[in-house]
């Protein structure tokens, strides 16, 4: 592979997916003088759109701003079959990918996570290990300017995070004292948000809109961290570029992709070699619609594992309501402090695996209606119309503040037949087949969230809280999009190698969660971008070996 004659007809390296792991992959590319090019299906996205300073904040969070592509519906979204799915996908289009809208929880897999067979006799160990990613970890933390405290006895020793944490705020503080009364670990939790001025971010205000955009700019965004300077150094951004092929020469070699601009418009970029980091549904789904004669299961799919063991950590909640103003509406949105009490298997409880714990503060009255059931303006049926009569204002201004949720990361152990599939019947706007979910949690998951309701519901007790809601099963909490083209050392199974080259195709690469041979328990944002960093600077060292087609 090139890095040193401009051919304007085609590119060195084509990314697919302007998101975190695409950036990341660019930003080195770009500064080893390679010629890059990045396909992205959304826009950029202005600061000036996000309703976050506004008063209707939480009106607009209900729809333009809303987590799931199928509400939003935005012109860059497609649409996603969940018929057959217990849990709804959440994504979001456009440069800086799900990191626009995300909670910015920074939080490292533990050494446990990546030997599961080992230790526990379930799923698959990865074939890399925790001590494999923690200089790249140690790396994103810099990049991504990561507030937090060193030294969480849940780790080994590493590098502590380069911003002090953020405040934990009245709810972490009345968490912590509920935790500290059982013994049990809590931790001030790792964000990827400013608690001061940072590489021209500003410190977070406490505005608690995270999850919606950052007006200011503090929270770690990929259009922020890393596209600016992309481009500075020679990166081209293509947008609204939907991509609906990755084409292949008559060696199976990749040499580019197939794209429709937003005046339906078709081209075909050309490149040396591909890399596809399009999140853990849009990947499958563009393999799958890469079929030819060679590929006729789809593109890096001879182990039928393109689209199967999806993990999409299902996630449990209970809100406790107290008896004094916490100022619960105050942010960051993510998480104030973190647990991993109850993260390792203890066999005695009927289950394996275990979750992560986070505290995250009630917002205001609408958000809470959105999301969870049995708190003011809803019932513990979750029915979405239920509470709004004479009663909903009393039962605001009792809870309003004096509520916060320990939320629950359920490790989601996989399953073959939790896959992602092309739609026979549902298109995008393009005409091209809309991925459909199929997606049914486990009995082992169902034992596991019902052993940590009842433990969240002791911390809650145990802190205070006068009540206690459960939502066993969030609808809407498939942030994290994990498995569909695992990682293995041995191509009858697994999609790519340790370093996201495809086994079918040695010039194809997938630098996205869709590589996790297991989910873990934690947000996954900070292991993808270490995992992007270690394949891409893989990649660069071995350039003069890498096969590109002619």
């Known amino acids: 592979m090139s890095n040193t004659t401009p051919r304007p007809d085609r590119t060195d390296v084509l990314v697919i997916g302007a998101g975190p792991s695409g950036a990341i992959a660019t930003s080195r590319l770009v500064a080893a003088g390679f010629g890059v090019v990045c396909l992205e299906q959304g826009d950029w996205t202005r600061r000036s759109e996000f309703t976050g300073a506004t008063k209707d904040w ?48 920074w939080v490292r897999s533990l ?53 002090p944490p953020l405040p934990i705020g009245r709810i972490g503080l009345r968490a912590a004292q509920g935790m500290d009364a059982l013994g049990w670990h809590w931790w001030p939790a790792p964000n990827a948000i400013a608690s001061r001025g940072y590489r021209g971010r500003d410190a977070c205000i406490r505005r608690g809109t995270c999850q919606t955009g950052c007006p200011e700019g503090a929270k770690a965004s990929a259009d922020i961290t890393h596209w600016p300077s992309n481009i500075e150094k020679g990166a081209r951004l293509v947008t609204g570029a939907r991509v609906s092929e990755i084409t292949v020469d008559e060696n199976g070699l990749a040499n580019g992709a197939v794209y429709i601009d937003r005046d339906g418009v078709t081209h075909h970029q050309r490149a040396d070699v591909v890399i596809v980091a399009a999140n853990g549904v849009g990947t499958p ?32 909640a209970v809100n406790g309501l107290y008896d004094e103003d916490l100022e619960s509406w105050l942010g960051p949105a ?23 714990w986070q505290v995250m503060p009630a917002g205001g009255p609408l958000g809470n209606r959105s999301g969870y059931a049995g708190l003011p303006g809803s019932d513990e049926s979750g029915d979405p119309l239920a509470g709004w009569g004479e009663d909903f204002h009393h039962q605001a201004r009792k809870s309003f503040g004096r509520s916060f949720e ?66 066993p099963l969030m609808r809407d909490c498939g942030w994290h999009l994990l498995g569909t083209a695992r990682m293995g050392d041995d191509p009858s199974d697994s999609v790519v190698d340790t370093y996201g080259r495809t086994h079918d195709v040695p010039n194809l690469f997938v630098m996205d969660g869709s590589t996790f041979v297991t989910s873990s328990g934690m947000n996954p944002t900070a292991t993808i971008a270490a995992l992007a960093l270690r394949s891409v600077e893989h990649l660069i060292q071995n350039r003069r070996e890498q096969k590109v087609s002619a």
């Open 58 to 105: 939480e009106l607009s969070a209900q729809r333009d701003w809303h987590p799931n592509p199928n509400v939003r519906n935005r012109p860059a979204d497609y649409p996603i079959d969940v018929t057959e799915s217990d849990v709804n996908p959440l994504m979001y289009s456009g440069v800086g990918g799900s990191t626009i809208l995300y909670g910015a929880h």
């Open 111 to 163: 050494p446990s996570d990546f030997r599961v067979r080992t230790l526990d006799g379930v799923a698959d160990d990865w074939p890399i290990s925790y001590e494999d990613l923690q200089p790249y970890y140690e790396q994103m933390d810099q990049e991504f300017g990561i507030s937090g405290l060193g030294d969480d006895p849940t780790y080994p020793d590493t590098a502590a995070p380069p911003l």
């Open 285 to 316: 789904r563009l393999l799958q619609m890469s079929t030819s004669a060679r590929f006729q299961d789809g593109l890096a799919n001879s182990s039928g594992m393109v689209g199967r063991r999806l993990m999409m950590h299902p996630y449990a």
């Open 334 to 356: 993510g998480q104030s402090i973190v647990s991993t009490q109850f993260y390792e298997t203890d066999h005695s409880r009927g289950f394996v695996r275990g979750a992560k």
């Open 406 to 471: 320990w939320g629950i990361i359920a490790e989601d152990l996989p399953d073959a037949e939790n896959r992602v599939v092309l739609s026979d019947s549902l298109v995008d706007s393009d005409g091209l087949p809309a991925p459909k979910i199929q997606y049914r949690s486990s009995e082992n998951t169902r034992k596991l969230l019902e052993f940590h309701v009842a433990r969240a519901r002791e911390a809650h007790v145990a802190a205070g809280a006068v009540e206690t809601h459960a939502t």
